[in-house]
């Protein structure tokens, strides 16, 4: 364990998830005291005990991020407990099978009602609104909390997590692609208002990684799905990203010393996929 981040308190979002959760041991070992929020209680301990096994210390406080009364009790007990927050990682976040389409452009057949088809006409109008409030008030109330803690003490880092779908939209997730770009430019704005509270915001945009989620999606016994192919065939590196293929971009991202002039920005990294054209 090395201590570059010794006494810095440092709030994870999301944080029982594969990248997270990854993100949060990396910064762990590094002397950072780390805030798991989440939803799954049980995800996070899991976190927190792995933390805590190498001498590292964590703290898992379940939460909905997108409600502002628990995100605020959240940062009560992380000052209670560590002090105030330094880092932020918005990491929470995702998508709901049922507001993904099951085409990639409209057919008639959606107006008509027939069973297995799901197109936009189809779509459940709240489960579009809870994929977007997930994903961007998710990011903001976080940001509105915590960052109010760094603006007392003098500073810190806020680290959003974007997506592929923040430069162009991906097919079927519309809900989560809008969502996603909305994060790329709060990132910007964000990162400008808070600049003379010497608070750096920037996001890293993940291409595709998988998870428990994306893996039953883009995998299968033998390879890959359908799916699943064509995002290797457009990923130039022919491979889906590992979680601690992250760690690197995060760590430069938080360091005030090699990134300290850094702040709007967001980094893909994503094997390729945004240089390759697909032509």
């Not at 997930?134 to 007392?152: E, K, L, S, Y």
Request: glycine letters at 12%.
């Amino acid at each position: 364990m090395s201590n570059k981040l010794e006494n810095k308190v440092i709030v994870i979002t999301g944080a029982g998830g594969t990248l997270c959760s990854e993100m949060a041991r990396n910064l762990a070992d590094q002397g950072g005291r780390i805030v798991l929020l989440g939803r799954d209680l049980d995800k996070l301990k899991k976190v927190e005990n792995e933390i805590k096994d190498t001498g590292g210390e964590a703290l898992s406080i379940s939460t909905d991020i997108t409600n502002e009364g628990q995100v605020e009790k959240a940062g009560k007990i992380t000052v209670e407990t560590f002090g105030p927050c330094d880092i932020l990682i918005n990491g929470a976040g995702g998508n709901q099978p049922d507001a993904v389409t099951t085409t990639r452009e409209f057919e008639n057949r959606e107006l008509n009602g027939t069973n297995g088809i799901r197109g936009f006409f189809n779509l459940n109008m709240e489960t579009f609104r809870s994929v977007v409030d997930t994903n961007t008030m998710g990011t903001v109330i976080p940001c509105h909390v915590f960052a109010r803690q760094m603006a007392g003490s003098g500073g810190g880092n806020i680290v959003n997590i974007a997506s592929m779908n923040s430069y162009r939209p991906l097919s079927k997730v519309g809900a989560y692609g809008m969502a996603k770009a909305a994060i790329m430019n709060f990132t910007q704005w964000l990162a400008g208002y808070l600049a003379p509270a010497q608070i750096r915001v920037n996001a890293i945009a993940p291409g595709f990684f998988l998870n428990d989620r994306s893996r039953k999606l883009l995998t299968t016994p033998d390879g890959y799905t359908e799916r699943g192919e064509s995002i290797i065939r457009q990923t130039p590196m022919r491979k889906f990203g590992e979680a601690s293929e992250l760690t690197g971009c995060l760590n430069w991202l938080i360091d005030d010393e090699a990134a300290g002039f850094v702040t709007g920005i967001t980094i893909p990294v994503d094997g390729g996929f945004l240089a390759d054209s697909g032509v």
